[in-house]
């Protein structure tokens, strides 16, 4: 499945952002989603994930409460709407699919190229 990411700009402190990821190439509801993300200097780290049908989902405790994970199969496009945004934020983020989406940065993912968020203070 090929992936594209959009929606990254910059934003101020307390602002907020939609990101956007299309799939295509194979059906994507056959995936779960995630959201990951890689600050300047750092690792990539987990942000949240989507379960295919979107029944469940989970978040790293550093976005808990501010950010929301979602899907729109239909359209084969998994979201992040991402509020309250602060200048620890700044990242690239990327998107993934797997048929067994985890927390785990997996090189095995599908990856799309990533987007950048950029939060001033």
């Known amino acids: 499945v090929q992936l594209q990411a959009s929606g990254g700009g910059l934003v101020q402190a307390g602002g907020s952002l939609r990101l956007s990821c299309a799939g295509s190439?194979?059906?994507?509801?056959?995936?779960?989603m995630g959201w990951f993300r890689q600050a300047p200097g750092k690792e990539r780290e987990f942000v949240a994930r989507?379960?295919?049908?979107?029944?469940?989902?989970e978040y790293a405790d550093s976005v808990k409460g501010r950010f929301t994970i979602s899907r729109d199969n239909a359209k084969q496009t998994v979201y992040l709407q991402m509020n309250s945004l602060k200048p620890e934020d700044t990242a690239v983020y990327y998107c993934?699919?797997?048929?067994?989406?985890?927390?785990?940065?997996?090189?095995?993912?599908?990856w799309g190229k990533g987007t950048l968020v950029t939060v001033s203070s």
């Open positions: 989507i379960t295919w049908s979107g029944g469940s989902t």
């Open positions: 190439g194979r059906p994507f509801a056959d995936y779960g």
């Open positions: 993934a699919a797997d048929p067994l989406m985890t927390r785990r940065v997996d090189d095995d993912y599908y």
